[in-house]
């Protein structure tokens, strides 16, 4: 048998054993060394010189020796943290009171909880077991239909896998040579957006058939409000905000209520003054930085008194110049290598990586950006000014809610993903700061305890342990491959169909759906996706684009039976009355939309491109 038939066997017996149940990651090395062993082999060498072994510790170190790597286990930590820490049964309580008008309002709240949680954490199977638990009952109790009920689980537990920051994507930067920063950049956009079609499919199916998710009775969506705001009402208006505002001015008559039977004090009005005014602060806070990133922070920095001097003497004019936006993880010194973008170290094809140009935003606001900002700036104030005419002591308390619930793991994700986009820190750094202000979080609503951070560390331990065998497996069997002639077999096939573009992207996401079906999206990226990667030049396709893609096509990885992980994690949590096979039917209409999103990303690269083109150039 030649070597790249022997290359080819490799790769069929690679999904025929890891469909065995052996584990992926020493199935890896195991072929790797074996194959290895005979494309090393020489006539009248002894088995121990074999170059097989040589080539094991190489790849061996090579992948434990990036640095970068360090972000996996402290974003793993970091969702952990917060799942063994319980954050999430206030905030699905106060979400489903905000949508409580809303059709198919329990399946609405459960896919943000799912979406918001999933970002937080990034563990599809923690997520989908936690929904499970605190949401799939309630929904059977109110007569929901099992396959809305179990696809609305199982179809946003996985969306964490996609939006930033994602261990997934890190996974694929290490393999394709790929900057991290500009791979979070690309995936904002499409993970939101596919979110965004889940919630249409929910409520356009609830809109067409009420029966599927029938309305809850008016003793589940009243809002409990505390008895001295109905007093306070009372006292100065039915305005929530002018009342409050009033009382903080003149407290007297606030201050003669009482709350569980001691009087209420100032400073309980100042905060519950503090909770009404939080969307306009948002509001404010989101615009400001709007204008700050696109307006103020591309300008060039006034240069020094004595250098203007010197250079207005020597009759040249004084041209400041540019500020560019440093990318992630480069330092403040003018060494070319310390100013190109972090990527992590390749184990793919290094002609895929971009160099880096000057990015739109260091170029200033473009002249549009006015009006726009004015229209935007003007629709946020009517809807202020609606929500608070109209905010009675049920939006008040509604409001509340959220803000104690949602706002402070709101702030810690907005806060990891701003430091990595804005290029302040690196990945691993704001991994640090993920994993630190979890357990901040987790710490401050009392949930913590020694027991569940054991927990959380050993699990953090075994994930990471995992993640670093497959790096090492991957490292191996991919060179081996190659050495085999494999890669290049695959290579001129491919090329020999004189495929266009459009045909060779539909042809490789295909494979990688098919390939969904059978493996998990660990051993795609690990295994597969190198393969495709040096195809991507030859056929002018950026491989952050193609990458996103991938990463919206393994959604599918964790919905197509029969391994389909999340019906497995949801059944283990789900009544026993409901069987998997309802539980794959509720999952298979959101493949189809998982089709679609690919469709309108490759119809419309913007969706992908624009943010990371901005912030970074291409």
């Given at each position: 048998?030649?070597?790249?038939?022997?290359g080819l066997l490799m790769l069929g017996?690679?999904?025929?054993?890891?469909?065995?149940?052996?584990?992926?990651?020493?199935?890896?090395?195991?072929?790797?060394?074996?194959?290895?062993?005979?494309?090393?082999?020489?006539?009248?060498?002894?088995?121990?010189?074999?170059?097989?072994?040589?080539?094991?510790?190489?790849?061996?170190?090579?992948?434990?020796?990036?640095?970068?790597?360090?972000?996996?286990?402290?974003?793993?930590?970091?969702?952990?943290?917060?799942?063994?820490?319980?954050?999430?049964?206030?905030?699905?309580?106060?979400?489903?009171?905000?949508?409580?008008?809303?059709?198919?309002?329990?399946?609405?709240?459960?896919?943000?909880?799912?979406?918001?949680?999933?970002?937080?954490?990034?563990?599809?199977?923690?997520?989908?077991?936690?929904?499970?638990?605190?949401?799939?009952?309630?929904?059977?109790?109110?007569?929901?239909?099992?396959?809305?009920?179990?696809?609305?689980?199982?179809?946003?537990?996985?969306?964490?896998?996609?939006?930033?920051?994602?261990?997934?994507?890190?996974?694929?930067?290490?393999?394709?040579?790929?900057?991290?920063?500009?791979?979070?950049?690309?995936?904002?956009?499409?993970?939101?957006?596919?979110?965004?079609?889940?919630?249409?499919?929910?409520?356009?199916?609830?809109?067409?058939?009420?029966?599927?998710?029938?309305?809850?009775?008016?003793?589940?969506?009243?809002?409990?409000?505390?008895?001295?705001?109905?007093?306070?009402?009372?006292?100065?208006?039915?305005?929530?905000?002018?009342?409050?505002?009033?009382?903080?001015?003149?407290?007297?008559?606030?201050?003669a209520l009482t709350m569980d039977g001691?009087?209420?004090?100032?400073?309980?009005?100042?905060?519950?003054?503090?909770?009404?005014?939080?969307?306009?602060?948002?509001?404010?806070?989101?615009?400001?930085?709007?204008?700050?990133?696109?307006?103020?922070?591309?300008?060039?920095?006034?240069?020094?008194?004595?250098?203007?001097?010197?250079?207005?003497?020597?009759?040249?004019?004084?041209?400041?110049?540019?500020?560019?936006?440093?990318?992630?993880?480069?330092?403040?010194?003018?060494?070319?290598?310390?100013?190109?973008?972090?990527?992590?170290?390749?184990?793919?094809?290094?002609?895929?990586?971009?160099?880096?140009?000057?990015?739109?935003?260091?170029?200033?606001?473009?002249?549009?950006?006015?009006?726009?900002?004015?229209?935007?700036?003007?629709?946020?104030?009517?809807?202020?000014?609606?929500?608070?005419?109209?905010?009675?002591?049920?939006?008040?308390?509604?409001?509340?809610?959220?803000?104690?619930?949602?706002?402070?793991?709101?702030?810690?994700?907005?806060?990891?993903?701003?430091?990595?986009?804005?290029?302040?820190?690196?990945?691993?750094?704001?991994?640090?700061?993920?994993?630190?202000?979890?357990?901040?979080?987790?710490?401050?609503?009392?949930?913590?305890?020694?027991?569940?951070?054991?927990?959380?560390?050993?699990?953090?331990?075994?994930?990471?342990?995992?993640?670093?065998?497959?790096?090492?497996?991957?490292?191996?069997?991919?060179?081996?491959?190659?050495?085999?002639?494999?890669?290049?077999?695959?290579?001129?096939?491919?090329?020999?169909?004189?495929?266009?573009?459009?045909?060779?992207?539909?042809?490789?996401?295909?494979?990688i759906f098919i390939l969904g079906w059978?493996?998990?999206?660990?051993?795609?990226?690990?295994?597969?996706?190198?393969?495709?990667?040096?195809?991507?030049?030859?056929?002018?396709?950026?491989?952050?684009?193609?990458?996103?893609?991938?990463?919206?096509?393994?959604?599918?990885?964790?919905?197509?039976?029969?391994?389909?992980?999340?019906?497995?994690?949801?059944?283990?949590?789900?009544?026993?009355?409901?069987?998997?096979?309802?539980?794959?039917?509720?999952?298979?209409?959101?493949?189809?939309?998982?089709?679609?999103?690919?469709?309108?990303?490759?119809?419309?690269?913007?969706?992908?491109?624009?943010?990371?083109?901005?912030?970074?150039?291409?």
């Amino acid at each position: 048998m030649s070597d790249p038939a022997l290359g080819l066997l490799m790769l069929g017996l690679i999904v025929v054993v890891i469909m065995l149940g052996f584990p992926t990651a020493f199935t890896l090395m195991g072929l790797g060394m074996f194959f290895g062993f005979f494309a090393y082999y020489r006539a009248g060498e002894s088995w121990a010189d074999n170059h097989i072994f040589d080539l094991m510790v190489q790849r061996t170190y090579g992948a434990m020796t990036n640095d970068v790597l360090i972000s996996i286990p402290l974003f793993v930590l970091m969702g952990y943290v917060m799942e063994r820490g319980a954050l999430v049964d206030k905030m699905f309580y106060s979400i489903q009171l905000a949508f409580r008008r809303v059709p198919a309002s329990l399946a609405v709240a459960t896919l943000i909880v799912c979406t918001f949680w999933g970002i937080a954490s990034g563990l599809v199977g923690a997520v989908v077991v936690l929904m499970g638990v605190i949401a799939f009952n309630p929904m059977l109790k109110a007569g929901y239909d099992v396959k809305l009920a179990s696809g609305v689980i199982t179809a946003g537990g996985t969306l964490g896998i996609l939006i930033p920051p994602s261990v997934m994507i890190i996974v694929y930067a290490a393999v394709a040579g790929q900057s991290v920063v500009k791979l979070y950049a690309a995936a904002m956009f499409p993970g939101f957006f596919l979110a965004f079609l889940y919630l249409v499919y929910i409520i356009g199916w609830a809109l067409i058939n009420p029966k599927i998710a029938p309305k809850l009775p008016e003793s589940e969506t009243r809002v409990p409000v505390r008895p001295w705001i109905a007093d306070l009402q009372q006292a100065y208006s039915h305005k929530m905000l002018p009342a409050l505002l009033t009382a903080a001015v003149a407290p007297s008559r606030a201050m003669a209520l009482t709350m569980d039977g001691a009087r209420i004090t100032y400073a309980t009005i100042l905060k519950n003054l503090g909770f009404a005014l939080v969307p306009l602060i948002l509001a404010l806070t989101t615009l400001w930085a709007a204008w700050w990133y696109v307006v103020i922070h591309p300008q060039p920095d006034a240069p020094a008194p004595a250098a203007i001097t010197e250079r207005v003497q020597s009759g040249g004019t004084v041209a400041p110049e540019e500020e560019k936006l440093e990318e992630l993880g480069a330092a403040q010194s003018g060494s070319a290598k310390e100013n190109e973008p972090e990527v992590l170290q390749q184990m793919g094809n290094a002609d895929l990586q971009n160099s880096p140009t000057n990015a739109p935003v260091d170029a200033g606001p473009p002249p549009e950006f006015y009006t726009y900002f004015a229209f935007t700036a003007a629709i946020i104030a009517l809807m202020l000014f609606y929500y608070y005419w109209t905010m009675g002591a049920a939006q008040f308390e509604v409001l509340r809610l959220l803000t104690s619930s949602v706002m402070p793991l709101g702030i810690l994700t907005a806060i990891v993903l701003a430091v990595i986009l804005l290029g302040i820190t690196t990945a691993t750094e704001s991994a640090a700061v993920g994993a630190a202000g979890a357990f901040l979080l987790a710490f401050q609503a009392r949930t913590l305890d020694w027991k569940r951070t054991k927990e959380a560390v050993f699990l953090t331990a075994k994930t990471t342990s995992m993640v670093c065998w497959l790096f090492v497996g991957s490292a191996l069997f991919s060179a081996v491959f190659a050495i085999l002639g494999g890669q290049a077999l695959l290579e001129s096939w491919v090329l020999s169909l004189n495929l266009t573009p459009v045909q060779f992207m539909i042809l490789s996401q295909a494979i990688i759906f098919i390939l969904g079906w059978p493996l998990e999206w660990t051993e795609i990226i690990v295994i597969f996706v190198p393969i495709f990667l040096p195809m991507l030049k030859h056929f002018s396709i950026d491989p952050i684009l193609w990458g996103v893609l991938v990463f919206v096509n393994l959604q599918a990885a964790f919905l197509s039976p029969p391994v389909a992980m999340s019906a497995f994690y949801l059944k283990g949590v789900a009544p026993s009355h409901v069987t998997l096979n309802q539980i794959f039917s509720g999952m298979m209409p959101y493949m189809l939309i998982v089709i679609i999103c690919m469709v309108l990303m490759y119809i419309w690269p913007g969706l992908t491109l624009w943010l990371p083109n901005y912030l970074y150039g291409n």
